[in-house]
Structures are given as C-alpha cells and as structure tokens.
C-alpha cells in the first residue's frame, strides 16, 4: 500500500469479539496488576526503572533518561553492564544444571546446554576470538543455521564487550559480502554446510566467496557441520579445534556502557541498501528482559520456544536475549516445521512440555492449511501461552490457534514491533489484557503511541492513518538514540519515531495493523526492500524494465510479484530463470518471486511513473479503480490476462 491509499479493509472497523485471559492464567501471570498502566504513565520515564531492575549492574545507572524532549536520548546513564553476566554467569548459583539450551536439529540429532556448559563454551570461545586478535570496536559476523554454537558466538562476543552482527543463514554471499562491507568487519564465523529439508546447503561456499567481494582482510572460524573434513586454507580456523585449545579458560566479562553497541543488525529499508541497525547493551536489554517477563510471561523454570530464526531480531531478542536473561531454557530448532511431516513443532512441543511458544502468523496459517489432525496427535497440554510476531494475524488464524494449538484456553498474544524497536511495542499484556482476536493490542506501558493522519494530527477511532511512536523507549537503536535517523521532528517540534506501518486505533486503545507504508514487501514476516528487489530484476541482462509488488498470499500473507518488461529478442523462459537466478544471488532463494510476470509494458503515468497501485491490483485480482492518469491504459488488459493465464 502507497501512503496516498485509503486502506479498503474492513478490520479498522471496531467489531471485535473480545476473549477474557483465563483466571488460572492470571493467577499465575508475572504480571496482573490492570494498574500497571497507570502506573507506568505517572511515573514515565522512572517507570523503566522496573526493567532495568531485572538486570545486574556493574555500576548502577545515575538516571532512567537524559534528554526526554528530544535526541541525544541517553537510557540508564552512567549505568554499566555486561550481557553475557546477566544471560548467564549470574544464573549460575541457582541454577548451573538446568538447562539454558535445548537445540533439536536435523533429523533427530539433539544436544543440551545447562547454563554451566554455556558458561564453560562461551568463555572458551571468547577466549579464542581473543586471541584472533578480536578487540573493543571490532565487529564480528556470524553466518550460521540454527545451532547452538550461533548463540554461543554472540554470547562471546558480548563477553568481550565486541558487537556481532549476525547474517541470516539463507543470504547469498553477495548478500553476506554487502553486510559485512558496510560494518568494516574483519571476523567471520560460519561453517563447512548444514542440512536444509534433508539436502546439504554449501555454506562455506558463499562464504569463500564473500570473503573474496570484500575488500578487508577477513580471518574465518569455520564450524564442521558436515564432517566431510574440508580442506581450510590460510585464514581459516576450525571452531572445534579453538574451543579444544582454550577448554577451561575463563574471560572477565567487558564492562559496557549501557548506551554502548551490542550488536548490529540489518533490515530492509526505504531504500534499495540494507539499512544498518545497532542495538545497545543496556536499554535493548533492559527492554527484552521485561517484555519477555511482561508479555510473553517467561519464568525462569519455563521450557520456551520461539520458532524464528536467531538471523532475524525475533531471534536476537526472543531466542537469545531476553529468555537467558531471565534465566529459563530456550529451544533452537534447526528444521523445517513439515519435515519429516506436519507434525513435527508438536512432537517437540511434547517432548519437550514447552510452556510458551512464539512464532509468526504465517507458520499459524501453514499449520491451518494442513488441518487440525497434526497437532491432535499430540499431548500439548504443557503449553500456557501462545504468542505470534512479524505480520498481521487474522482473526480466524487467531481463533485456530488458540483452539487447535492452545487447547481452547491459552492466551495468545499478536505483538507489534520490528527490527529497529528492539522489543515489543504493542502487545496485549495476557495477564491484565482482554483480547481482540485479529487486534495486536495497545501500546505496553511505558510506551506511548498513537495514529496519525498526513498532517500528523491523531485520527479518530478505528480510521487508517500511520502508527506514530511518541515517546523513547529503552530498546532504541543508536541512531535514534543519536537522532541521526528516523526521528522525525514534526512542525510543532515534538520527537516522534515513525515505524512506516499504517494502523487504526479503537476506542479502547486496541492497535490493529494494517500494513507497511513505505516500499517493503513483508513475506512470511520477512521484511524485503522493494527497491533492492527491482534493482536486481533490472539488472539481469533482457529485463528493459521490472516493477515489484507484494500480492496477498494464502500462507505467507504477501507474495512477491515481478512484473517485468523485456527487451527484444529475450524469452521468457530464459529470463525467468536468470531472473530467478539473479535474485537467489542478490539475496538469497527466500525472496524468490511467486510469479514472474512478462509484459511488453508497466502501466504509467503521463509523467512516466509505474504506477504499483494497480499492479497490486493486478496481483491481486482486484478492481483496478481510477486509471484515468494512465498513459497507456490497454496495458493492463493484457497484463490481466498473462497472469490469469500463469
Ligand atoms: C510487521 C519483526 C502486524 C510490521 C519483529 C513491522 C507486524 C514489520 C507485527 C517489522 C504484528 C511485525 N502485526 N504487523 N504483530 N509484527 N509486523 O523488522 O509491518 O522484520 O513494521 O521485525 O513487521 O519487521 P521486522
């Protein structure tokens, strides 16, 4: 949706059923008290203070906020810490034999972690990425599965007070190269492959490869996964032989500032670059401590389970961060949730007992598409609270859910936030809140939002408009703490932080979300730039010209759609290929088009302009409205009929 459209969608009407959380679910939740959002409101800022309090401090913070009327914005000052302490060597008096880490990965193979082992390989492998020579403003990448030694790397790296910056698995090297250009980063952690659906992925490859698009020099750590015993040329070191030579070794955890970098991570941005996001040691964890405790309602004795992948910030702050934090045992699962078949998250929810499981509603779409009967095989009655993150959750995949999976009585709570926030923004709170199957929730305590028209005056009730965040959070990125980004100072002067999602608000305060505004395509939760899309389509030789839109999808809400107009001479079944092709390079097979369509023409404007709009009708088979402002309206006849007939 472009931010001139009116959102034609039903849902910002207030007609929601409402679902009570159960007693025996409030009795026991961290937090059920209604008057914490009174609270929170009198005493904002200090209200954070109760966040801050889950962590230990090396030095106690002088003040919760400097700086509340506009950036530079400084959480916890003078506060010091170290998140490696505070995710596991403090837990280690209560709890050294429980498990931190349960890690289920290909085809039965398992491993556990106690936080005692934790401990042990952590510091082993800080001490090796010491003695690399990695150093304070060092960035480190890690471009691993789903394995522990992925949690481990980051762990060391937040022990030696050095930020890592974590590549999702599944990106092309050209993808890996561009991130670890832009954080000048000279330390690689990867390893030789890993099996994906039952085939070996040759990661080191990509890797290799990437390693030559850069121009610094990069040492590699390599990870065997495989056992096929490559060869490792100069430059590379095998993970398990430095973890063999440092057994034993203990490092003092770094002592960071609490505004000081933890990790950078990227997302997609409005335009076509990757946009570079650095959360901070304190506040970021400060923040996914307490909605980990708040929302998600994490006890320390809980088997959690968060389905994202850690290349992603759910998996930075809902796998890693916030559940060690808080001292319970987190589940890695490194598989494909219908392989060996569709029962496979409830045979480990089983085996497992988990108590709260969090994941996407594209994965609770999936799991409805393939029919009750998977989970029914199960005993899942360990489970208390369900929650999903990444996309807008339907009411009927709301209602499924909670029935199919929770059993008819857990709570489910859809929580709103992204890569630059850090940690939920809006969620409901299941001890405190009613829900609204199909509604995320309000704005948490402490947080303050609302939805805003063009002109930035608030809209009324349950109209469209864009979701504005008005006051600071402790998750915030640098360069909002900085105000070197995205902080957008409005006429009248007061700070705002705009996410780029459109929303509408009801009367109770209740957020339903309605979409991106900006150019980002979110598939399956995964947020891709439109503009890097199109750019990759439009460099592959043949392509004249391409356009990207996103289509409602079936399971994966969006679907990326190409509309691509070729130069003379070139078939589409080569281009379709190279097209293909180009973008599984450029990115990687998961933002590979759903449909590929060809036309000698993109619908535009006298002025020259694609006009996307009706593309996305196109896509979606929609009516096309006003194309009065077309300069070539026969176009689309024929478009509608190439991918009618696909
Ligand atoms: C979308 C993922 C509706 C939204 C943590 C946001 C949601 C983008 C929800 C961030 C939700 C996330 N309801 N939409 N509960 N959660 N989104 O950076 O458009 O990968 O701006 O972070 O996902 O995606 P990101």
Redesign the pocket.
Known sequence: MTSGDEPADDRSHSDHATVEPPEWFVEQANVSDPAVYDRFEREWPDCWREAASLLDWDEPFEGVLCGAEGPPFEWFPGGRLNASYNCIDRHLPERKNQLALVWEGHLGESRTYTYLELYREVNAFAAALRELGVGEDDVVTIYLPMVPELPVAMLACARLGVAHNVVFAGFSADALATRMERADSEYLVTCDGYYRRGSAVAQKNKADNARIAVEQDVSVVVLDRLGHDIHLGDDYVDYHDLLAAHEGAEVEPISRAAGDPLFRIY?SGTTGRPKAVTHTTGGYLAHVAWTSQAVLDIKPEDTYWCSADIG???GHSYIVYGPLALGTTTVLYNGTPDHPEKDRLWELVEQYAVDVFYTAPTAVRAFMKWGKEHPAKHDLSSLRLLG??????DARAWEWYREHIGGGECPVV???????TGAIL?STLPGVDEMKPGV?GKPLPGVEATVVDRSGADVKPNEAGELVVTQPWPGMPRSLLDGTDWGVPPSDGEWRYR???SASMDGDGYVT?L??IDDAI?VA???FSTMELESTVAGVDGVAEAAVVGANHETTGTAIYAFVSPEDGYGKNGLRADIEGAIVEAIGGIARPEEIVFTPDLPKTRSGKVMRRLLTAVANDEDLGDTSALRNPEILGEIQSSTAGE
């Open positions: 997302t992603w910030i759910t999903t993150v990444g996309e807008p959750m859809d929580t709103w936030w992204q890569t630059e809006v995320a996410p780029e999602d979300f979409g991106r979110n939760g995964r947020r």
